[in-house]
């Protein structure tokens, strides 16, 4: 269930010419606009307030395409509740999407090019993500970071982890080809870094995580590497850890492939070699 008040909205539409025959050579610029003083959602599980929110979003139809949108979402408090009451997030937000270059294919939506920017803010996490697409693959790149991973402690109250002093930043993108058969292929990079992490009697300087990886649910290459800079265990000095995990799978072949080597407490290297029967 959803409950507003205080809403308060405008339409301002200037140059408007409509042609219902053909929707894209509609003319006209058009802002939707308006503030809400609060709104509240109940669920089985949760529940959320906004407090102040504001509304804006624009359209300039120039009868042709490609087409372009914009609109941007805020809020002085956003607040989430789990089903007992217990605070699960309490902070600003704000939200900002942008369509860009959109050419609609109304025979075949999905295969609408076009690109699309999102930004959104919840406190002290900030998150980006640009995609551009094509009739049949999309570029993608998604970039995250937090000053502070503090707004985690509701979700692991008990866990010995110093969220509040951690950071975190995120880096995301990819290509994605064949989107819509039924093994898409994929070629991504990500990258995630900690700032301070710890666990108990275990801690770093930092912590970095780089994963890149190719093919299909058929076929896929992947190299995982984990740094962590000034590792502590419980009794040992702080050492630099590097870790390589290496993975291969080639199911139509029902082969799998896995490297492993390790630099920092211990030097090792492991490889497996593997092969496995159809279901």
């Known amino acids: 269930a959803i409950s507003a008040r205080g809403a308060d909205v405008t339409l301002d539409v200037k140059g408007f010419d409509l042609h219902t025959d053909s929707p894209l050579a509609t003319r006209g610029d058009v802002v939707v606009s308006g503030t809400v003083a609060a709104v509240e959602a109940r669920g089985r599980t949760a529940r959320e307030t906004v407090e102040a929110l504001a509304l804006r979003a624009h359209a300039s139809l120039t009868g042709a395409a490609p087409m372009a949108a914009d609109a941007v979402v805020s809020a002085a408090r956003a607040r989430m509740f789990d089903a007992a009451g217990h605070a699960l997030a309490d902070a600003p937000a704000r939200v900002v999407v942008r369509l860009d270059d959109v050419t609609p294919i109304l025979s075949a939506p999905r295969e609408t090019p076009g690109a699309c920017h999102l930004e959104a803010t919840l406190g002290d996490v900030e998150a980006k993500l640009d995609a551009t697409k094509k009739k049949d693959a999309v570029d993608f790149a998604l970039a995250a970071h937090a000053k502070s991973l503090a707004a ?49 009697a275990v801690a770093a300087r930092s912590l970095a995580l780089e994963l890149q990886s190719k093919g299909t649910a058929m076929t896929h290459d992947a190299t995982l590497d984990v740094r962590a800079a000034a590792l502590a265990l419980p009794g040992g000095a702080a050492t630099d850890e590097h870790v390589v995990l290496t993975a291969s799978v080639d199911r139509p072949r029902r082969a799998l492939r896995v490297d492993l080597t390790s630099e920092g407490y211990a030097r090792s290297k492991v490889v497996v070699s593997a092969s496995f029967d159809r279901a």
């Open 152 to 200: 985690a402690r509701p979700f692991a109250p008990g866990a010995p982890v110093p969220l509040e002093r951690m950071t975190l930043a995120v880096d995301w993108h990819g290509h994605v080809e064949r989107m819509w058969d039924a093994l898409p292929s994929i070629r991504q990079h990500a990258k995630i870094d900690l700032g301070d992490p710890a666990v108990g």
